[in-house]
């Protein structure tokens, strides 16, 4: 398979609706075969989610255009990812951050995909194991914090852990069916925008839902 040509197809396909150029050419940058199963390889350019196992997946592509593109990174970030799963996100980060911090609940996915993104040279990513705290206070504030899985609500500790001026990008309503907020931190108050429809696994924790 060509998957050069079909990644290209794909770009072309979601830059329908992603306009941010650095977006797209990130995307272009990132094998996503690489960050599937084996024997999904050839459904890797496919616009939607996949299975990569322990009750997980890799999100579908515009949807990671269109949370990385709510981000508005510039290149000088520290950027929280929750939720690792195959890396596939981090290295879309990684492309356009100056450094990516990324937690994963399943030790099993955590370690895999910390080896592949140091296989493919990412060194400005970080994947750690998720602690009982949402987040990761340890290396806040960020400027910019992604969630890739479905919470109850926007949890007070995301918006402790951003900078001022910062982005939060979360999947938030039911177990089924979520809206995509994002929400900016200011010294007046939060801005929250809705960015449409959206369908993720749960977020896991303590202060998210429980298993």
């Not at 990761?136 to 504030?141: K, M, N, Q, S, V």
């Not at 069916?177 to 449409?196: C, F, H, M, P, Y």
Request: proline share 4%; with cysteine; net charge negative.
């Amino acid at each position: 398979m060509d998957f050069s040509r079909a990644r290209q197809i794909l770009i072309e396909s979601i830059s329908h609706g992603i306009k941010d150029k650095r977006t797209l050419l990130a995307m272009s940058r990132v094998a996503r075969e690489r960050f599937v199963p084996v024997e999904l390889q050839s459904s890797a350019y496919d616009d939607r989610p996949l299975v990569i196992g322990y009750g997980q997946t890799i999100s579908q592509p515009y949807m990671v255009a269109l949370m990385t593109e709510a981000l508005e990174l510039k290149g000088l970030e520290k950027v929280l990812e929750i939720g690792t799963g195959s890396g596939y996100q981090a290295a879309i980060l990684a492309e356009l951050a100056r450094f990516v911090y990324s937690v994963e609940r399943i030790p099993e996915l955590a370690e895999a995909a910390g080896k592949l993104l140091d296989e493919l040279g990412y060194e400005n990513v970080q994947v750690e194991l998720a602690g009982d705290k949402l987040g990761c206070e340890e290396h806040a504030p960020y400027d910019a914090i992604l969630v890739a899985a479905a919470a109850p609500t926007v949890h007070q500790a995301l918006i402790d852990q951003l900078a001022e001026g910062g982005r939060l990008v979360i999947p938030v309503g039911t177990r089924l069916e979520q809206e995509l907020l994002r929400v900016t931190k200011g010294k007046a108050g939060n801005i929250t925008e809705k960015l449409g429809g959206c369908r993720f696994v749960p977020l896991i924790g303590r202060d998210a839902w429980q298993e």
